[in-house]
């Protein structure tokens, strides 16, 4: 005997905690199984594009801090360079070392929010965000240290930083580096063979690597699909082309997978910050660059490897002190472009799992 | 086809056939397409494609152009390239290029009905006569 069902449609969002901000899905159900999904956005759209036409380069490095606000640094580092490309600036060694100890500290202070957040999704209930939030603390207490900021930090500037880090900066920074390896294992012993977040996250949202590759999804979601990609080793930027670092990937492309690339970079991240600290040359930290700058006419596309994915910004001058043209490929939008086809089939949970896994920012997939 | 040591720019009409060779050509290997954008330069929109290729480690900048500014049209390339959807979505969004062949081209930020499309430089559809982003720092030029 087969049942007739009808379809039926649930709304998940904007305002709903998994969604990681205003994001809203509208899935189709057949039964309790997901036969088709939309994806809403634009509930944070600030227009930051068009914005920043009308004012100055020095003046849009701070809209880059509210794209990803999780990881302000890596776009502060992204816009810069490509600015400093358009104008053909270099940076002294010294402000590229201190550019890739932030980016790494970044990338810790991100992945151990996307994890935290990953295990509540999972159900792994409210621990394991405690312990993400007292590193990321500690994380965030060196920035301020730096720059007076936490968050939005617009620290990294065109020609360097803004500022030489403080004498009590290194002191702090050794320790906690001495101290990371220490609380990712016991991370690792409390969330690896978790049983929860396993049942609930293998073989759940899987993404081919070819599928992966098409739909231009990059970071975690693209390594974790087993697809050995990252601009820091393909196309090196800052001092990267000098540390020793590897790439984890997965095998299934499966939530887990991503989860735990995200956890093995933790480990990576720990390592070039130990040889960056080690090698921090002494010089100057950053060039003077004017004011009011005008770049040649021309166009720039820079990018690095954000902990998100590829984070590029293209830059078109038309020789005024304003950008012609201010685009930002930013990749929480792009990674959720397979979305709808990991999520055929299976349940709202499963769902909500998935998108977590992908770990989107809103002010990112907007901007 | 005019091309420089930065980026090619293909008419329009060969956008297709062009992207598919770059696609499936084993020297060339273009499997990963970095982004879709759009620039307004008045006369003209220029659509930007930034190609990577992953096993081979070389990347390309391919453009076309569209002259139409009424109501400026090029080929999707979803086809070649699943990454183009949303992007494509984005760019016909606030730039206003029609995508001929996209799946399911609506806008996505902003919502059905909104007047214009803000990327665009004759753009200044915003309530109570605001000019957005130059209204406080006049431009000196």
Known sequence: ?367 | MEATPQWVVVQPEKLVAVATYLHDDSEMDFRFLIGVTAVDYLDHFEVVYHLQSISRNHVLTLKTRAFDHKSPEVSSLVSVWRGAELQEREVYDLMGIRFAGHPDLRRVFLWEGFAGHPLRKDWMGMPGGFTPGLGRFPRED
């Open chain 1, 1 to 367: 005997m087969t049942m007739k069902s009808e379809p039926f449609v649930v709304n998940v969002g904007p305002q709903h905690p998994s969604t990681h901000g205003v994001f809203r899905l509208r899935f189709t159900l057949d039964g309790e199984r997901i036969v088709d999904a939309e994806m809403i956005m634009g509930y944070l759209h600030r227009s930051m594009e068009k914005l920043a036409e009308g004012r100055t380069y020095i003046q849009n490095i701070p809209f880059t801090d509210r794209l990803d606000y999780l990881s302000a640094m890596s776009n502060n580092l992204a816009y810069c360079m490509a600015v400093e490309k358009l104008m053909g600036i270099e940076v002294p060694e010294r402000g590229q070392f201190l550019r890739v100890i932030m980016a790494e500290f970044q990338r810790i202070a991100n992945h151990a929010m996307a994890i935290g957040s990953f295990a509540m999704e999972c159900g792994v209930w409210f621990t394991p965000m405690m312990w993400m939030f007292r590193d990321r603390e500690k994380i965030l207490d060196l920035f301020e240290m730096t720059c007076g900021a936490r968050l939005t930090t617009n620290y990294v500037r065109i020609g360097g930083v803004s500022f030489d880090i403080p004498p009590e900066f290194m002191p702090a920074a050794t320790a906690l580096v001495k101290e990371l390896p220490e609380r990712i294992a016991e991370y690792e012993s409390l969330l690896l063979e978790n049983e929860i977040i396993v049942v609930r996250s293998r073989d759940v949202g899987v993404l081919p690597p070819e599928l992966a590759i098409a739909a231009s999804t990059s970071g975690p979601v693209l390594r974790g699909s087993g697809v050995m990609w990252d601009i820091r080793k393909a196309d090196p930027y800052a001092a990267y082309d000098r540390l020793d670092f590897d790439i984890p990937v997965g095998t299934r492309g499966d939530c887990y997978d991503r989860f735990i690339v995200r956890m093995e970079e933790l480990r990576q991240s720990v390592r070039i910050l130990e040889q960056a600290l080690a090698m921090l040359p002494e010089g100057p930290a950053s060039v003077e660059v004017p004011l009011a700058l005008r770049p040649p006419v021309g166009e720039a596309y820079a990018r690095i490897e954000a902990p998100k994915g590829e984070l590029g910004f293209y830059l078109v001058s038309d020789g005024s002190p304003h950008p012609q043209r201010f685009h930002i490929r930013s990749p929480s939008f792009i990674n959720l472009t397979p979305l709808r086809d990991m999520v055929l089939g299976l349940t709202i949970p499963d769902a909500i799992v998935t998108l977590g896994s992908i770990d989107i920012v809103l002010g990112e997939v907007d901007r």
